[in-house]
Each structure stands twice: as C-alpha cells, then as structure tokens.
C-alpha cells in the first residue's frame, strides 16, 4: 500500500508559477512510476507528466511540454510537479498517482494509488 498526500495547490495569475509536491508512504517510493494528472469540472481525468522510478525518463502531455517539469527526490519519498507560465486553461485539481511497475504509463486506469488532490487555479 502506498499513501500519497499532494500539497503546493492555489490561486496563481496567468504567467505565474506553482511547484506542486506529493509525498509517498507505505511501501518503496523507488519502485513505482509516478504520475501527475488533472481533472477540470465537466471533464475526464487526463495526464499531464510521468517519471520513472530512478527519474532517468519523463513524458509529458502536449499541452503542458516546456512549461512542466516532473522530479523526484527518491531519499525524500517525493515527487514534485513545477508548473510554468501557466494558462487559465491549467486549472484543474491536480492529483498524485503511482504505478506499480518500471513501465511508465499515461493511462489513468493504469495506476494503483492515488492522493486526494489538489487545486490549482490560475486566473486571467
């Protein structure tokens, strides 16, 4: 079981930047794909960016490339989403997700365990 608690979410100015973190307990955090999705009210859950357990690979969703960058700090059971000149379009509830696998994947489905969420705003 893996517990994951997002946190770094709020109000933010078009442009402005945010740096969302998700912590990980419970089992090894260096065995799992992470993942950072987002859902907007009326629409489906979708992928933003993933990393692989020793961060070596990161995929990111098209619309969100050169301006995210996913890490992980591996000693720190942690995994960070810094968020870059950010479009009203951007706001969602951010959620923390985890793969139980070396294979990384962007299908919501395929992921295990989830956090709670945390929202991000970003007003024009």
């Known amino acids: 079981q893996v517990q994951l608690v997002e946190s770094g979410g709020g109000l933010v100015q078009a442009g402005g930047s945010l740096r969302l973190s998700c912590a990980a307990s419970?089992?090894?955090?260096?065995?799992?794909?992470m993942g950072w999705f987002r859902q907007a009210p009326g629409k489906e859950r979708e992928f933003v960016a993933a990393?692989?357990?020793?961060?070596?690979?990161?995929y990111y969703a098209d619309s969100v490339k050169g301006r995210f960058t996913i890490s992980r700090d591996n000693a720190k059971n942690t995994v960070y989403l810094q968020m870059n000149s950010l479009k009203p379009e951007d706001t969602a509830v951010y959620y923390c997700a985890a793969h139980r696998s070396i294979v990384v994947v962007t299908t919501p489905g395929e992921y295990d365990y989830w956090g709670q969420g945390t929202q991000v705003t970003v007003s024009s």
């Open positions: 419970g089992r090894t955090f260096s065995g799992y794909v």
């Open positions: 990393i692989s357990w020793s961060g070596g690979s990161t």
